[in-house]
Each structure stands twice: as structure tokens, then as C-alpha cells.
């Protein structure tokens, strides 16, 4: 694939999702706010250990200006083990079903992509998937379509060689948003899966061409939060990595990133109100 005809997008599309018949609109890019009710989390500081530091995160981060809240319960840092579905269920259904009953407005989604956990925690109010598994599992899709919900789409190939990492990683989403089409999903929102299966220079290459995938006219999802890209680069831990975190969330937006997820919301709260007046 030739990008060199593509125009660089520099501007918000002005995208909306539907999310359990709410309308949510993009065209001023949203903050998600992680909970991680897991004990091996790659950054220590985004764990929580029981309900009361779940529900206690939840309100920091709604109070720092939070729209999306994503709560995950099995780890998907590098050499994480996948844990029994029924302990991923376990974790999960406590936390959403006190958060979903305490802040009923805010949006909740689930960062899983095995289809018995996701069918098992919908009813209580999920408006959101987030697959970091690249669609490995389509039957979740029924459940997505019959809900409507949004879900987001993560590039991740674990055995992928790639000859241009930003094509390649292109014409996964365009296979894949074809498959979506199929299924009747259409709330849609890619990650360029930053820190999956990929070199440091595959995503930088990737933060370089964020502009274009706005041509597949679908929100971006930028997840680079405290991640190995930018400590292996500024040789730093994850606790030590908010400056960077905040320096490589500025550049998503300016090129067209849609929603930050983080661990730290109220710094990006401040990033996306400076680039708000670009």
C-alpha cells in the first residue's frame, strides 16, 4: 500500500458514538480513566486491591474530568499470564456493578475479549468493549451488535513480520472493519495496539502516522500511557514516565487521536484543554 498520495489530516473529524442509545460526541477528544482490579498490572500505581480502591479511583479519576471509565481484570503487559475465565468474571462484576450503581451517567468499559466474561458482565451496563486481542474471537460481536455498543478494535499480531508497519497495520484495519461491517457493529473506535507485538521504532513509526488513519473515518484510541515505548526511550520506570506520557499525548492529538486512555487523567485533562485552543 502507497501512502504517499494520502492527504495528513491536522483536524477532528467530527465523529459521535452510539453507546447503549446515548449519543457521545468526539469532536472534543475524551479522557478514559483505567482501573486495573488485577495485581500484576505493569504500572504498580494503576492496581487496585479490593472494591473500596476500585470505587475509590473511580471517583479520582470522574472528579479530574474522566468521561470513560475501562476496567480490566486479566493484565496484558508483556509475558502476562491469561487467567481462568470465572477469576476474570470475579474480578470484574463487584467493581462494575458498585461503579455502574454509584455514577450511573458515567461511560463504562470493559478492557476484555473473552466471550464468556463479556456476555456475562453486559447486563450490568457496559457501553463499551476494548479487545486488546485484535479480534481474535468474532463471536463476541453478536453480543456487541445486540446491545449496542461501541467496541474498540486493537491492532495486535502477535507473529506478525512486517514489511511496512504502517500499511500493514492499515490493511489489518481495513480487513477487519470489513468483518465488523458484516456483523452489523458499527460503533467502532481503533488502537493502533502501541507496545503490542511491536519494536520501539514500529511505534514511533506508527505515533509519526497517526494522521493517516483518520482516512478509515473511525475514532482513534491512543493508549501509550506509562508504556515500555517511552521508558526504554527515556530510560525510565513506569512511575517516572508521566513527562513523557504527557509529551507523546499532545503529538496524538495534534495528529488525530480521538480518546486518551490513561492512568493519570487529570494531567491529560490539561493536554487536551492546551490543544483545544490550537
Known sequence: ????????????????????????????????????????????????????????????????????????????????EIIPVQEEINRLMPVVEAIRKQYPEILISIDSFQYEVIEKVLPLGIDIVNDVSGLADEKILTLIAKKNIAYVLMHNQTDAKYNNVTSDVYRFFQN??????????NNVVIDLGFGFAKSLENNFELLKNINLFNN???????????????????????????????????????????????????????????????
Open 1 to 80: 500500500m502507497n501512502f504517499s498520495d494520502v492527504q495528513f489530516n491536522t483536524f477532528y473529524n467530527k465523529f459521535t458514538l452510539q453507546c447503549r442509545g446515548k449519543i457521545v460526541d468526539l469532536s472534543t477528544p475524551l479522557v478514559m480513566g483505567i482501573i486495573n482490579c488485577t495485581p500484576d498490572s505493569f504500572h504498580k500505581n494503576s492496581r487496585v486491591a479490593n472494591l473500596e480502591a476500585a470505587l475509590s479511583m473511580a471517583e479520582k479519576h470522574i472528579a479530574e474530568g474522566a468521561q470513560i471509565l475501562d476496567i480490566g481484570a486479566c493484565s496484558t503487559r508483556p509475558g502476562a
Open 176 to 185: 477487519k472493519l470489513e468483518i465488523l461491517k458484516k456483523n452489523q457493529v
Open 216 to 278: 478509515l473515518n473511525t475514532p482513534i484510541l491512543i493508549g501509550v500511557s506509562r508504556k515500555s515505548m517511552i521508558c526504554r526511550t527515556l530510560k525510565c520506570s513506569p512511575e517516572e514516565s508521566l513527562n513523557g506520557t504527557t509529551a507523546i499525548h499532545a503529538i496524538a492529538l495534534q495528529k488525530g487521536g480521538n480518546i486518551l486512555r490513561v492512568h493519570d487523567v487529570k494531567e491529560a485533562m490539561q493536554v487536551v484543554k492546551l490543544h483545544q485552543l490550537l
